[in-house]
């Protein structure tokens, strides 16, 4: 574990436990339980016996366990306290009602021609564009097959992403409604990127969305899919998303994940991946927003040969949180995995890395490496960066790694001495250490996006001026 100094890392573990416990007795457990009972008829798929069983299930789970605390290892440097103090109610269907103009400002627009558009989590099929497809492939709403075909998500909903140890993922399981089914049958190729654009608005009131997305990829078939995640104002809403991604046997899937909340508002997601012999998932998560934002992605390896690469960005400042959470079991024999998470802290943003791999005592041959790196801006910002290796097999290749630092003083002389000004050499420089995750993006439309969104929104405008 690596800590930093700064105003978060002083702050008393006492003093936090005591606020969250407050949070949990006057606004958590009770409250959500009420606003459940009080819409549990009304949700897509409640006659389905499966399904009203399995949200029963994650909501007597959730009441059982409430909300996390510092106590447990998970969330010893995630302070939810903030989280707890607004009564979320969970926002309702029909509050779509934007213009299609509404989409021109966003800067995830355009990223690909099939994108599907979901307004406060739920589908908003006039602002989508997602045209016909062909050979079996399956891309609607949620809600839909939770109405009319569930007989085609109970083997896969629910049952990778667990709720029996996180309170989040219990909450979005209980009211989970709407969100993307993807389906691609075998020996299937997608070509262009599906694109799953989520937005929240300002309704007078805090509310909580839970997108629910079920990814599953046939054998020998290939296929893209882009979340991202906007603010349209500057208000206090909760955005807390699960997303499923099973790939067949030889699938290659490549996920990116890019948020861009508003800055007041909170986002929590989960991504579960379980992966099939010789599948290859490469996973991009990047965070650009949000007050206090969690992104946890979890990788099953449950097939010999199987292979995964997981790379993240994460750009805080002001006094924005951001908690990336990784874990990858290899499982099988012969699996491989690649990490590589970024951060860039300024002002007094703080954040937490916390990657995890664990090799089993079946998967002989594993090949590990794990590498997060990261860049303080400022004198305030903090992290603790904690990568871990836990191994049951001794016919193993592992490593991991993990380093923060400040930008180099030599490197930032040489281009102050070529006429460059000081904030202009320092925003290059982070620029440099940053790109490294952007240029890997093999999808054009969300690599040139994102390298805008970086250049404009890189941390620095203050930070050490005049300390180096």
Known sequence: MVGLSGNWARVPQRGLEENMATGVETGGTNFYRAEFLRREKDLAGSHQPWVRNLRNKAMDRFTKVGFPTSRQEEWKYTNIAPILKPLFRPAVPGSCGLPPQALSSLPFRGL??????????????????????????????????????????????????????????ALNTAFMEDGAWVRVPKNTTVEKPIHLLFLSTASGEATVSYPRNLIVVGENSRVTIVESYCGLENEVYLTNAVTEIIAGENAVIEHYKLEWEDAKA???????????????????????????????????????????????????????????????????????????????????????????????????????????????????????????????????KCTHGSTIGQLDAEALFYLRSRGIEREEARRLLTYAFASEIVRSMSVGSVRESLDRMVRMDLPGETGLSGTL
């Open 112 to 169: 690909s021609e099939m994108t599907m558009v979901f307004v406060n989590g739920y589908y908003c099929p006039e602002l989508s564009s997602i045209k016909p497809f062909f050979d079996g492939v399956k891309v609607s709403s949620l809600a839909d097959p939770l109405k009319t075909e569930a007989v085609f998500l109970e083997p896969y909903l629910a049952r990778f992403a667990s709720y029996q140890d996180h309170a989040f993922v």
């Open 266 to 396: 909170f986002h929590l997601e989960t991504v579960q991946v379980q992966q099939g012999r010789q599948s290859q998932v490469t996973s991009y998560s990047v965070a650009l927003g949000g007050a206090l934002v969690r992104n946890e992605v979890n990788d099953v390896l449950d097939g010999e040969g199987a292979g995964c690469a997981l790379y993240g960005l994460y750009l805080v400042d002001g006094q924005r949180f951001v908690d990336n959470h990784t874990k990858i079991d290899h499982v099988k024999p012969h699996t491989t995995s690649r990490e590589l998470y970024k951060g860039a802290l300024d002002g007094k943003g703080r954040a937490v890395f916390n990657g995890q791999i664990v090799v089993h005592p079946s998967a002989s041959g594993t090949d590990a490496k794990q590498t997060n790196k990261n860049l303080l801006l400022s004198r305030e910002a903090s992290v603790n960066s904690k990568p871990q290796l836990e191994i049951s097999n001794n016919d193993v």
